[in-house]
């Protein structure tokens, strides 16, 4: 029986975002589609422990919660109120009765995935609930793995749920494909979506982890499907790239009693190659596509930089440099602005750098940002003001929430305290 409901819930995790997808065309409700299918989950649990699993369980779980919402849709006598809903009913058997074990998982599969990845992404939810609905319904994590994942109490995680499939509802979101003139922005939240789920499992923002593992393979997965639902879009390919590349450095960048290691300190031996050339590969496809003044294409190329260098001291920074000044032209932002300060650093040495990031002091949006204290505490560092980068960097590990990096910094900020009193003792 456990090896039964393991199988079931494999099978539910690479199936669930395709049953909820269909069901939600047919009940145009992401909501109640999310409930149909768990139906069917349950009813999975409850009989294949003594029938054994089906021969195509995908199949199997299909057919299953389309019975129950053409049952649902009769039971609620919707499709009498309109002509149009009694045509989606004809439609509907139509399509159980041709419906076996081989083709159950129909035609509109890819556009309805694709649908709802946009509907779970749209902006009329906060990012927060649009990270939470994603992960549950395009993912198949549980209510209680998004919250472990996020190091957030699990009711909160399950009120964002609830609260997002409301907002849908309330505002009529329709489930669909955007138009053509409102794709690009509708498309800017899917990816900054994903983004932030491969960004909190690659550098954790709290907790004792430095990395979350299993969130950048969940973005990862996410990101693959959406490059094989939307193609022609090269940004979709540049994201695919860069968190490809990223991911590539995984296991270089934790040693082995979990302490981070820095991006110049890694053994490049250990980065992934194979990660690496489909990284490179999707950059190219990009690329093709006319992205190359993308943000995440863009982000992408810096990565292939860093990817393409066989020791640290053969990374191109004045590339990377011009990289990040046309990523300051296209995507301008602080934290923009705080990256190419390093890279010109790496190119040109730290004088300059440090002026540039000296402007982002009264920024706002960086006030407890803990990696402009820790990049000021580097350039200072390599100055020789041994005394001011401590300070700096203590400020930096009282920002961080992620105890590793907080070992991190504090450690760099005695070493610069023992400098500069050494400097001082002579």
Not at 85 to 90: D, H, K, S, V
Not at 295 to 317: G, S
Not at 343 to 358: I, K, Q, R, T, W
Request: with cysteine; proline share 5%; net charge negative.
């Amino acid at each position: 029986m456990v090896t039964t409901h393991r199988a079931i819930e494999a099978v539910w995790r690479i199936e669930s975002a395709r049953i909820i997808a269909a069901l939600a065309r047919m009940l145009r409700d992401v909501g109640l589609a999310e409930e149909l299918a768990q139906d069917a989950l349950v009813t999975a649990l409850e009989q294949w422990p003594q029938s054994g699993v089906p021969d195509n369980p995908g199949a199997w779980l299909m057919t299953t919660a389309k019975h129950r919402a053409l049952d649902r849709l009769r039971h609620h006598k919707l499709l009498e109120r309109k002509h149009e809903e009694f045509g989606r009913e004809l439609e509907i058997e139509q399509e159980l009765l041709r419906a076996d074990a081989a083709d159950a998982l129909d035609d509109h599969i890819g556009d309805d995935l694709l649908r709802l990845v946009f509907t779970a992404c749209h902006p009329v939810l906060s990012p927060e609930a649009r990270v939470a609905l994603t992960l549950r319904l395009l993912g198949g994590l549980t209510t209680d793995e998004i919250a472990r994942a996020f190091l957030v109490p699990e009711p909160t995680i399950a009120q964002r749920i609830v609260r997002a499939k409301r907002t849908l509802t309330a505002a009529r979101v329709p489930f669909e494909v955007p138009t053509a003139e409102a794709l690009p922005e509708r498309l800017a939240s899917v990816l900054a979506v994903i983004y932030l789920i491969f960004n909190e499992g690659y550098a954790a923002t709290a907790g004792a982890d430095w990395m979350r593992p299993a969130l950048c393979d969940e973005a990862l997965r996410l990101g693959r499907i959406l490059a094989g639902l939307a193609p022609m879009q090269a940004e979709v390919h540049g994201l695919v790239a860069l968190m490809e590349i990223q991911a590539s450095r995984s296991r270089a960048r934790i040693g082995p009693d979990g302490a981070p290691i820095l991006l110049l300190e890694q053994n490049r031996a250990r980065w992934d190659q194979l990660l690496i050339r489909r990284g490179l590969a999707a950059l190219g496809q990009a690329e093709i596509l006319g992205g190359m003044l993308g943000p995440y294409t863009l982000q992408a190329a810096i990565a292939a930089c860093h990817a393409r260098a066989l020791t640290a001291d053969e990374t191109n920074w004045e590339r990377i440099a011009a990289l990040y000044d046309a990523l300051a032209q296209v995507s301008p932002s602080p934290v923009v602005e705080l990256n190419r300060a390093v890279a010109l650093c790496m190119a040109f040495g730290p004088e300059a750098s440090l002026a540039l990031v000296d402007t982002l002091l009264d920024e706002p949006s960086l006030r407890s940002y803990h990696l402009l204290p820790s990049v000021r505490a580097d350039f200072l560092c390599k100055l020789g003001r041994f005394a001011e980068a401590s300070a700096e960097f203590k400020r930096a590990a009282e920002l961080t929430r992620n105890s590793r990096e907080q070992v991190l910094l504090l450690a760099r900020a005695r070493e610069c305290a023992e400098r500069a009193s050494d400097n001082s003792a002579h």
